[in-house]
């Protein structure tokens, strides 16, 4: 749910106020396909994998489809396939509808609510929910199978934050945004109790941690009763763990915290990671522009 809690930080706010036959066939064969191609399948080893997500940072979002599209033939009930694929073409429609770039445009002032350009696409969104499903069946059968699956509990985790970000940032829906990133987090919170250097956990951590922390005393109260805590500063170093030590989610921590360190009002620290974004991913034109105008900014 990363952007969410920070792109529409007065909505979110007011939330806590007002308070298939094949797939049958796969499940069926799991167990056997566990035994084919390992407990995580080529989640750790698969270098497709980078080479995807590099292309999405990049915004090269046919290619990242296509080698997504790649790796779910090579593992076909491999559940972090089809969240790669649906990670990719949730941030093409962000970018089609321009919400990361207006997000970075609005900077410093929370007054401003960020605004899409053009309308969302039914078949696109259509699309990123069917790849949610799939994954969320793959990963409930591997995880029947052993609770502590790493590849399943990370899929969950990328999914629900998916789903929490496109509720958010394109529906407007902050409630169902709000429940759906409370699931990322814990399902964020059981991959590191599996595997403690899971640093992408702590972007699905970070967030929430950050934002309720730096809610008003009286809105935190009311937060804190619904079950929401948290502190600004811890939220920071998690995601600046994140940003150290993640995979995958290691530019989208960046990305995140661009944002926040923007409205702390540190230019100079929003500014490197931009420069650093730019510098990994010369080829998407947002991070060119928006490294030269925050460079300028922080003279």
Known sequence: MATVWLVFPQALRAVVLRKGFVLASLLAGAA???????????F?????????FHAMYSHDFASADRIFGDYQRSYPVDPFGY?????????????????????????????????????PDPQVRQKIFDLAARTEQL?????????????????????????????????????????LGSQGE??????????????????????????????PAPVRWLASLAGFRGHRGVGIE????????????????????????????????????????HAEYPANPMF???AKRLRAAAR
């Open 44 to 52: 750790k080893n698969d270098t497709r994998l980078d080479d995807g």
């Open 238 to 277: 998690d995601l600046e763990r994140t940003t150290r030590q993640g995979h995958y989610l290691k530019s989208y921590a960046k990305i995140v915290l661009v944002l926040i360190y923007l409205r702390e009002q540190n230019r100079p620290m929003a500014a490197k990671l931009m420069d650093e974004l």
């Open 32 to 42: 056997s396909a566990f035994a084919a191609f390992g407990s995580d399948s080529g």
């Open 288 to 290: 060119a522009k928006q």
């Open 186 to 215: 814990s399902w964020a919170r059981k991959l590191l109790k599996v595997d403690p250097e899971a640093s992408d956990a702590y972007l699905f951590i970070g967030i929430p941690e950050y934002v309720v922390g730096t809610l």
């Open 83 to 119: 969240a790669a694929q649906s990670a990719a073409e949730m941030f093409g429609e962000l970018n089609r509808l321009q919400l990361l770039e207006a997000a970075f445009d609005v900077g410093e002032d929370e007054r401003s609510v960020t605004k899409s350009v053009g309308e």
């Open 139 to 179: 990963s409930e059968a591997r995880l029947r199978g052993d609770p502590k699956d790493e590849t399943a509990l990370y899929s969950m985790m990328l999914v629900k934050g998916l789903q929490a970000d496109y509720n958010a940032l394109v529906e407007h829906h902050y409630w169902s945004s709000l429940r």
